[in-house]
């Protein structure tokens, strides 16, 4: 079945450094999503792309979608307390109608 | 506008009691989900249904089953409860168009 990894699992980084999380499938999918997940919240949406070779920013974020649409990057720049959390790639394939999340990427920020 | 909804936010469970997680969503959303979470694990689909009367398993669907009665519900039952399943369970839902999805608050759930 379709698998969803991100790399890294965790991630430590000081206030003010950039940090990147790489979202892998193993299929080609029809988009991709990015989901952040605060310690003890539930995932909230972020953000959708859709096109081979998107990329979208928010503010200090960055969102990229491969050209063959298996792969995708978030990348925060200038990291602050506020980017805690787990960060959740999901793809979506429209053959089965079905969502499958990523693995997550842990972020933990030292001040 | 509640989104989505899940009941019980908490709960207790002596092995091989069960019980019922209830979800809903006024979104009007054809698919919904359920997930486990470990903790500091990811998000792992037990089961999901992309409409109303159909449901498929998802990536860890033993000891489950669910129930898609109309659009609104989706239910996650557990029939004999096992310390494994000590988790916290989410809801989803999401339009057919494939917008963003959107997820209940969770169910804390710990069988002893």
């Known amino acids: 079945g379709q698998q969803v990894m991100q790399i890294p699992q965790y991630q430590h980084v000081q206030e003010g450094e950039d940090f990147t999380t790489y979202c892998n499938s193993s299929?080609?999918?029809?988009?991709i999503q990015w989901y952040k997940q605060r310690p003890g919240g539930h995932p909230v949406f972020l953000i959708q792309l859709v096109k081979s070779g998107e990329v979208k920013k928010q503010k200090r974020l960055t969102f990229q979608f491969g050209e063959a649409k298996k792969n995708s990057s978030l990348h925060i720049t200038a990291t602050q307390t506020t980017d805690v959390g787990t960060y959740f790639c999901a793809g979506f394939n429209f053959g089965n109608e079905k969502l499958t999340f990523g693995t997550g990427t842990r972020l933990t920020i030292i001040p | 506008n509640a989104g989505v909804t899940q009941t019980p936010k908490f709960q207790v469970l002596k092995t091989g009691q069960s019980m019922t997680l209830q979800c809903a969503q006024d979104m009007n959303h054809n698919s919904m989900y359920w997930y486990r979470q470990d903790p500091g694990m990811g998000l792992r689909l037990i089961y999901y249904s992309a409409s109303e009367g159909t449901t498929d398993k998802g990536e860890v669907p033993n000891g489950y089953n669910v129930s898609r009665l109309n659009k609104r519900e989706f239910s996650l039952r557990l029939e004999s409860a096992a310390p494994s399943q000590t988790s916290v369970y989410f809801c989803a839902s999401e339009g057919r168009m494939n917008t963003e999805a959107f997820f209940g608050q969770g169910t804390r759930l710990t069988v002893v």
């Open positions: 299929t080609t999918l029809s988009n």
